[in-house]
């Protein structure tokens, strides 16, 4: 079943596969851990917006004045007539902003909750792996070859390039998981872009400390 203690590729593909398949088809979102991650953190805005958004929807007329307030500021606090009433146009063939109270969806959001309980999945999920190749143990050491290139500085190494990966995510809007399997599985042009970049800038780096140790 397990090669020199690593699942089958073929076992790891079919979970993945299944995973970004049916999460979307379960739970109406992409799956995406940084993603996860940042609505981990984020809660109380996520909170906010959806309760701003199931306000406007609950009341067109709201929305409407909140749009046009929008676009005077923008403007510089007034309006063109023309513009004005295309605006009123747009606002009165909205469907959303046309159906009635009753019959609007309200936000969908997982919560932190939600959030936290796929992550620490993750978690749980590894330790599962490791128990089943017998394997399960706890360590704070890196790798031979991760102290060889840095040195005494490897663990500052290693939180250094965990806030360079969050930062990266957030300016890419998504990681691997969002980007390499969601994004890429649906074709999407910005993930394969993503994709592409994230995987070329990868094979350069191992290559270059290939050479240098």
């Given at each position: 079943?397990?090669?020199?203690?690593?699942?089958?590729?073929?076992?790891?593909?079919l979970?993945?596969?299944?995973?970004?398949?049916?999460?979307?088809?379960?739970?109406?979102?992409?799956?995406?851990?940084?993603?996860?991650?940042?609505?981990?953190?984020?809660w109380?805005?996520?909170?906010?917006?959806?309760?701003?958004?199931?306000e406007l929807?609950?009341?067109p007329?709201?929305?409407?004045?909140?749009?046009?307030?929008a676009?005077?500021?923008?403007?510089?606090?007034?309006i063109?007539?023309?513009?004005q009433?295309e605006l009123?146009?747009?606002?009165?063939?909205?469907?959303?902003?046309?159906t009635?109270?009753?019959q609007?969806?309200p936000?969908?959001?997982a919560?932190?909750?939600?959030?936290?309980?796929?992550?620490v999945?993750?978690?749980?999920?590894g330790?599962?792996?490791?128990?089943a190749?017998?394997?399960?143990s706890l360590?704070?050491?890196?790798?031979?070859?991760?102290?060889a290139?840095?040195?005494?500085?490897?663990?500052?190494?290693?939180?250094?390039?965990?806030?360079?990966?969050?930062?990266?995510?957030?300016?890419?809007?998504g990681?691997?998981?969002?980007h390499?399997?969601?994004?890429t599985?649906?074709?999407?042009?910005?993930s394969?872009?993503?994709?592409?970049?994230?995987?070329?800038?990868a094979?350069?780096?191992?290559?270059?400390?290939?050479?240098?140790?």
């Amino acid at each position: 079943m397990f090669v020199e203690g690593l699942w089958p590729w073929w076992l790891g593909a079919l979970a993945l596969g299944a995973t970004c398949f049916g999460y979307p088809l379960l739970l109406g979102r992409t799956c995406t851990v940084s993603g996860f991650w940042g609505g981990v953190v984020n809660w109380r805005q996520e909170r906010e917006a959806a309760r701003a958004e199931a306000e406007l929807a609950a009341n067109p007329q709201a929305a409407e004045e909140a749009m046009l307030e929008a676009v005077m500021a923008e403007l510089g606090g007034e309006i063109p007539e023309e513009i004005q009433a295309e605006l009123e146009a747009m606002a009165a063939a909205d469907p959303e902003l046309s159906t009635p109270p009753s019959q609007s969806a309200p936000p969908r959001t997982a919560g932190p909750w939600g959030y936290l309980a796929f992550l620490v999945g993750l978690a749980v999920g590894g330790f599962i792996a490791a128990v089943a190749r017998g394997e399960a143990s706890l360590s704070l050491t890196m790798s031979p070859t991760f102290h060889a290139i840095f040195g005494p500085g490897a663990l500052l190494a290693l939180a250094f390039g965990g806030l360079l990966v969050g930062f990266g995510t957030q300016m890419a809007g998504g990681c691997s998981m969002g980007h390499g399997l969601s994004g890429t599985s649906n074709l999407q042009p910005g993930s394969l872009l993503s994709t592409a970049s994230f995987m070329g800038a990868a094979v350069v780096v191992s290559m270059v400390l290939g050479r240098l140790i």
